[in-house]
């Protein structure tokens, strides 16, 4: 991709899944990549595997003062920021009726509040370098009513939402973006699906299969690139043709 040598990029949730799938393509890229991950033994083996990383920093998300605290570090070993991949996330499969209050906190904090304190603190050093482009993740779950998973999907839609104004706001130094995935081959993923829900998931797909991680780290280069200078304020779906046909999909 045009115009990532050599930029600075931050990857939340970067030691595993598509965080781990996205680092390994900006540094491909020949980008200079920091990972910020809560999981530190995670943080270890993709130093071990990617010894080209500026850094990867231990840090929760759902923290405002650890996020404060990470960036920091992050100052020291770039001095700025050029492009944020605002990954991290998680998810419960779990009924509506059954959902806690801590559950809801959990990931709700995570999902949203982590995308929205990451993002503030990227926006200050991309505004101050004189331009920038984030990436927030969104989901598919976001702009459909999925069962079993209404914290979650509550979380996305307000990250596609936060994204837009972002986008509006932040314009025209700084480019936003969310990408909305569908069904990913994940560890995420196959913690919440046995081999046959996934065999049933993929007949429903149009594409029969779920996405490799590695597609949606190429959408992420993509939209950090020059080659996409327009694109600004979407929530891009990459999911198969899992929610073209509405019911038809289901």
């Not at 781990?20 to 910020?36: D, I, K, P």
């Not at 801590?102 to 603190?121: K, N, S, T």
Request: with cysteine; charged share 20%.
């Amino acid at each position: 991709m045009k115009g990532l040598p050599n930029k600075r990029v931050l990857v939340t949730g970067g030691a595993s899944g598509i965080g781990l799938a996205t680092a390994r393509r900006f540094v491909a890229e020949s980008s200079r990549v920091a990972v910020f991950d809560r999981d530190a033994a995670g943080l270890a083996r993709l130093r071990a595997e990617l010894p080209q990383l500026a850094a990867a920093i231990q840090v929760d998300v759902a923290s405002y003062p650890d996020v404060e605290r990470a960036f920091t570090e992050l100052d020291a070993v770039f001095g700025g920021l050029d492009i944020l991949i605002n990954n991290a996330g998680i998810s419960i499969r779990h009924a509506f009726m059954d959902i806690t209050p801590a559950e809801w906190e959990q990931v709700v904090r995570v999902d949203l509040f982590g995308i929205f304190y990451v993002g503030q603190q990227a926006a200050k050093r991309m505004l101050a370098g004189g331009g920038g482009a984030i990436v927030n993740m969104g989901s598919t779950n976001g702009m459909i009513g999925q069962p079993l998973y209404a914290d979650y999907n509550a979380a996305k839609a307000g990250v596609i939402e936060l994204s837009r104004t972002m986008a509006v706001e932040l314009a025209p130094t700084i480019r936003v973006n969310a990408v909305c995935p569908g069904y990913v081959l994940t560890p995420m993923q196959e913690a919440e699906y046995t081999p046959e829900m996934m065999a049933e998931l993929n007949n429903k797909i149009p594409l029969k299969r779920h996405a490799k991680p590695e597609e949606i780290a190429a959408l992420f280069a993509f939209l950090t690139s020059e080659e996409a200078p327009y694109i600004s304020g979407q929530p891009i779906v990459i999911d198969g043709g899992e929610i073209a046909g509405g019911l038809a999909s289901r």
